[in-house]
């Protein structure tokens, strides 16, 4: 079910806040999940006063293309530095909330680059209504999930996903097939309206227990003609594809900057913030912190170029390899900080840490940093 709609903050006449908000406006969203934190770490119920939060301030919307209302952040090049903001801000209120918008704002930039004027105009439509967005790519080869062509432009599905953020949550997920010829083909998926059973149990990590990333069952799915999104082939392109990576990094870096904030907390707890060895930590965990943002806005910048698509791709997998090294080094230097009696719960450094490590083991780390290599390489030898 959507959310119920909440009295909304001032935005601009088309109802969704005006770009220099944004931030501001998911700066109160996070203080509503992060106050919550304590009582929504069960992998029986999602973040709903964090995702309520995020419809309240219209930041459900926001990612809708302008055309039907929304602000097109995570589309549009000029505001890809507030973007990154943005999710930098949910990933401090929480990560496994920044975990569900990113892959909101993940959807709508597939639907507002592929999709048909008719599926942003009802997607904007239902994103306005309060419906959660999700992409699920990720399968056991075995059960990979397959498209069938049927009369009137129908699509059967056969198959399951595994890692579905938001599952039993998310209404409206982009979900990618094979087709009989091989190609990849994405279709949007209204959850509410078809038989798709949610299986959250199978979601079992300790960390990022409220993300729900479950297993969903396609078997025997029926999609309209309408469902089928952009063209075989879509999904895995360059540059959204691989560009996409720094989204996700953002909200890691959120959920370091509120792990060092909780860190700092403890300390002040413990009137050990005089103590210059704890004042050495926290001042490495600054500049860890400070290099993080720097990547970002490098990115945003590069983004809003005219800089090829091999470009943007190098400087993300760069950038996300970056943040990760940040947060972990992070991770490292809090721990050290706040030793045992920092690391048992309730203590909120022992539960952000705990869903920071799981959310930093984003899928071919290897990968990323050998394709930003192989990028350099090929830059020195021009």
């Known amino acids: 079910m959507p959310l119920t709609l909440h009295a909304p903050p001032v935005h601009n006449g088309d109802g969704a806040p005006a770009a220099s908000d944004l931030t501001a406006a998911a700066r109160r969203a ?39 209302g929304g602000r097109g952040m995570g589309t549009l090049p000029d505001l890809h530095a507030a973007t990154y903001r943005v999710l930098c801000e949910i990933g401090r209120g929480g990560l496994p909330l920044g975990r569900l918008y990113e892959g909101h704002v993940n959807a709508f930039v597939l639907i507002n680059t592929y999709g048909t004027a008719e599926q942003q105009a009802r997607a904007a439509e239902d994103a ?5 967005f999700g992409v699920w790519n990720t399968e056991i080869p075995s059960e990979a999930v397959r498209l069938g062509a049927m009369p009137g432009g129908r699509m059967r599905m056969e198959g399951a996903k595994v890692f579905c953020s938001g599952a039993g949550r998310v209404t409206r997920a982009v979900v990618p097939g094979d087709l009989p010829d091989g190609q990849r083909q994405m279709t949007l998926v209204p959850l509410d309206e078809v038989d798709a059973p949610a299986d959250p149990a199978w979601w079992r990590a ?20 309408s469902a089928v999104l ?9 540059p959204l594809f691989t560009g996409g990576a720094v989204r996700f990094a953002a909200v890691q870096l959120g959920g370091a900057e509120a792990l060092a904030q909780a860190a700092a907390e403890h300390l002040q707890r413990l009137r050990r913030t005089e103590h210059p060895v ?4 926290m001042g490495e965990i600054a500049v860890a912190l400070e290099t993080g943002r720097l990547w970002l806005d490098g990115a945003a910048r590069l983004e809003g170029s005219d800089a090829s698509p091999d470009e943007i791709t190098a400087y993300a997998d760069m950038a996300r390899s970056a943040i990760e090294r940040v947060c972990l080094d992070v991770l490292e230097r ?3 900080a706040v030793g045992a009696r920092g690391l048992v719960p309730p203590s909120r450094v022992e539960k952000v840490g705990r869903d920071l490590r799981l ?24």
């Open 30 to 68: 996070a203080d509503v999940a992060a106050a919550h934190e304590a009582e929504t770490d069960s992998r029986e119920h999602p973040p709903e006063p964090g995702l309520a939060a995020l419809h309240s301030e219209g930041l459900l919307h926001a990612p809708a293309a302008p055309s039907y």
């Open 334 to 336: 809090v721990d050290r």
């Open 278 to 281: 704890q004042q050495i930590r």
């Open 359 to 382: 959310y930093l083991r984003q899928p071919n780390p290897d990968g990323a940093l050998a394709h930003a290599g192989e990028a350099f390489l090929s830059r020195l030898h021009a």
């Open 206 to 225: 300790e960390g990022m227990r409220a993300s729900q990333s479950g297993r969903v069952d396609f078997d025997g799915v029926v999609l309209d003609a």
């Open 128 to 132: 306005r209504r309060g419906h959660l």
């Open 230 to 238: 952009g063209m075989p082939g879509d999904y895995t392109r360059q």
